[in-house]
């Protein structure tokens, strides 16, 4: 009997021994969930409702003791591991069926250094709680757009977000991981330690540890410029070739990135607009504020948006401005590619497909790669579509299972529209499971350099959930 079928039908019992999962319990600063116990149904869970997985075990972690007592006791019971920093992905790597999930949670310490600009950040915080902490100092660090996110799985495949175009991707910021290897033992890694694992880690995923401190290189932003600008569905091509210009040549304090979607029916949107699919652009100017009117004034003379909330806000602020339209628990299915040129046909494609959402939190982003980002070759580190331009990422979202057919068949619907048109590869961070052929067209010819540091420092696949890297020997 596998273990969904013993919990399904025995919810009270663990078919692990008793007295082995008691003596790890003894050994943690943390805590464990198991099936039978109160609140395993939400710790198995993760953001995406369509993943439904039922691990052994769930291992709160509250040190990197707890870390490494996890690693070893899935080892000598022969069982999986998946990592789960703050449970975002959309194929679900943070949880498990039948393993052991080691989550980080419990590990959400932030040490912001204003002197050296540096925060040193545990492997289990959310981008909200860094951008509050570092804030309060008038610094940051490129992150992602919705503050529930984790900063583990985001940094390690890459980070995209309002600062790229500016300060590059999150990688480009990481100044040094301490992990938990596969044997239990804990290094560091940076330019100067551990050269090939720090090489991997930034944009190899959560294939060669549990990462569990990332320190950050942090930059002066403070208030910024910032917010949605919409437009009806018959401007969109107008309104995205326009964007496509604009972005490629900005100066890099402008970041901004394009979205189908639907009008939330709430304030401050304009009744007549309550569940309108309309889209828009979401921009952040970093530059002086004073010179932030004229840099917008040519957008807004040339096409006047319906809606226009761009204004000056704290960055975190922005950084949270969208967390009610994607809160965890809905149903997710997910496409994306890079895309090196945003060709006049690739608009008309993205305006059809945009126009056809087929429920209301459903929506197509795409976020622009250039500036500061492209600073870096694609081989000084894992990330290897730098150069490509642009991302998009195309999301089915719902809360009703019963809709997972109608967001599935739109989302690869759009996506078999639109790949041709891409470079090859995607965004490991917005992959779902879909084999090694995009993981490796992801990585390209960096592939096989992972393959050979995964072979050093995990020879045996043991972290293996996760967009996987095939270690050679
Ligand atoms: C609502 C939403 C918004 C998003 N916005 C952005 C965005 O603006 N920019 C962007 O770049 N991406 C964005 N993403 C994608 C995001 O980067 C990925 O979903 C990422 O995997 C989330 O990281 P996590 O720690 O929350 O996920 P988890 O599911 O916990 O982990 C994902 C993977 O990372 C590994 N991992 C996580 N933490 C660690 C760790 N400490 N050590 C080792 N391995 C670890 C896990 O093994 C797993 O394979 C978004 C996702 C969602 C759902």
């Not at 694992?197 to 540890?209: E, K």
């Not at 970093?286 to 226009?308: H, I, M, S």
């Not at 730098?386 to 809360?399: E, K, L, Q, S």
């Not at 540091?453 to 020997?473: A, C, L, S, V, W």
């Amino acid at each position: 009997m596998d273990v969904r079928e013993h919990v399904q039908s025995n919810k009270s019992e663990s078919f692990l021994e008793d007295a082995e999962v008691k003596d790890l319990m003894a050994r943690l600063r943390g805590n464990l969930v198991r099936p039978g116990d109160e609140g395993y149904d939400t710790a198995r869970r993760v953001y995406n409702a369509m993943i439904d997985r039922y691990p052994a075990l769930v291992v709160r972690c509250a040190s990197i003791g707890d870390v490494r007592e996890a690693i070893q006791f899935a080892r000598k019971q022969q069982l999986e591991v998946a990592i789960r920093g703050g449970g975002h992905s959309a194929g679900g790597y943070g949880t498990c069926d039948g393993g052991v999930v080691i989550d980080l949670s419990g590990m959400r310490g932030i040490h912001v250094d204003p002197v050296e600009r540096t925060a040193r950040v545990e492997g289990g915080c959310t981008w909200g709680e860094v951008d509050r902490a570092t804030g309060g100092f008038g610094l940051a660090t490129p992150g992602g757009l919705i503050s529930t996110t984790g900063v583990g799985g985001l940094t390690l495949g890459g980070g995209l977000g309002h600062l790229t175009r500016r300060y590059g991707l999150t990688i480009d910021n990481l100044l040094e991981v301490e992990m938990v290897l596969a044997d239990g033992s804990l290094v560091k890694a940076s330019s100067a330690q551990n050269a090939d694992l720090f090489w991997a880690v930034r944009g190899g995923g959560g294939n060669f540890g549990v990462v569990t401190s990332f320190l950050f290189q942090l930059h002066p932003v403070s208030t910024v410029y910032a917010g949605p600008m919409l437009w009806h569905l018959d401007q969109s091509v107008e309104a995205m070739s326009f964007y496509r210009d604009f972005i490629s040549n900005a100066p890099e304090e402008i970041s901004g990135f394009f979205a189908f979607m639907v009008v939330p029916p709430a304030q401050p949107f304009p009744e007549h607009l309550h569940l309108k699919n309309m889209c828009g652009v979401v921009w952040c100017y970093t530059g002086p504020l004073e010179q932030a009117e004229n840099v917008f004034k040519p957008l807004r003379q040339y096409l006047p948006p319906e809606v226009d909330f761009v204004g000056q806000m704290p960055y975190p602020a922005l950084q949270s401005m969208f967390d009610l339209s994607a809160p965890p628990g809905l149903q997710q299915y997910w496409r994306a590619d890079f895309v090196s040129e945003l060709s006049d046909e690739a608009i008309d494609l993205h305006a059809k497909y945009g126009a056809r959402l087929p429920t209301p939190l459903s929506t197509t982003n795409i976020y622009p790669i250039n500036g500061a980002a492209q600073r870096k070759d694609a081989n000084d580190t894992a990330f290897s579509y730098r150069h490509a331009n642009w991302v998009h990422v195309i999301v089915g979202v719902d809360p009703d299972p019963s809709n997972n057919q109608k967001i599935i068949d739109w989302t690869k619907d759009t996506w078999l529209a639109l790949h041709p048109h891409s470079a090859g590869g995607a965004y490991v961070n917005f992959l779902m499971d879909e084999g090694q052929g995009r993981v490796k067209a992801t990585y390209r010819d960096n592939y096989e350099r992972l393959a050979a540091i995964k072979g050093k420092y995990d020879p045996d696949n043991f972290f293996h959930i996760n967009q996987n890297i095939q270690p050679t020997e």
